[in-house]
């Protein structure tokens, strides 16, 4: 089996000793992705906006590991606030309402900055390589 590590070039990624994703032959795992860009938190106390960041994340990175949203069998939603379901649903719903994959959102205490409503993890499974 061939291993392919994708980085985002997030510094926490060499200090804690992870990859944005990992791909194995057909299957691209991407890990916990919060709704940071630029060092930033984005959409500070909007669910709607932040769970949108995570998966242009997402999007972006299955799309480097040479996948699609299409390929997409499983998302899971860590959510602070269980109460704001529907901003968090109607976010994922735009990007998934067709391709439908399993899900969870599972609320949480607290994410790693307070400001994080959200981080999201996915599983997608591509056309192998020949």
Known sequence: M???????????????????????????????????????????????????TCLQIIERTITKAGGSLQDVVRTRMFVTDISRWEEYGRAHGEYFKDIKPVTSMIEIKSLIDPDMLIEIEATAVVEPKN
């Open 2 to 52: 061939k291993r392919i590590n994708i980085s985002s070039g997030a510094k926490w990624e060499e200090i804690v000793g992870y990859s944005r994703a990992v791909r194995i032959d057909n299957i691209i795992e991407v890990s916990g992705t919060a709704p940071v860009t630029d060092g930033k938190v984005v959409g500070i106390g909007d669910a709607y906006a932040q769970t949108n």
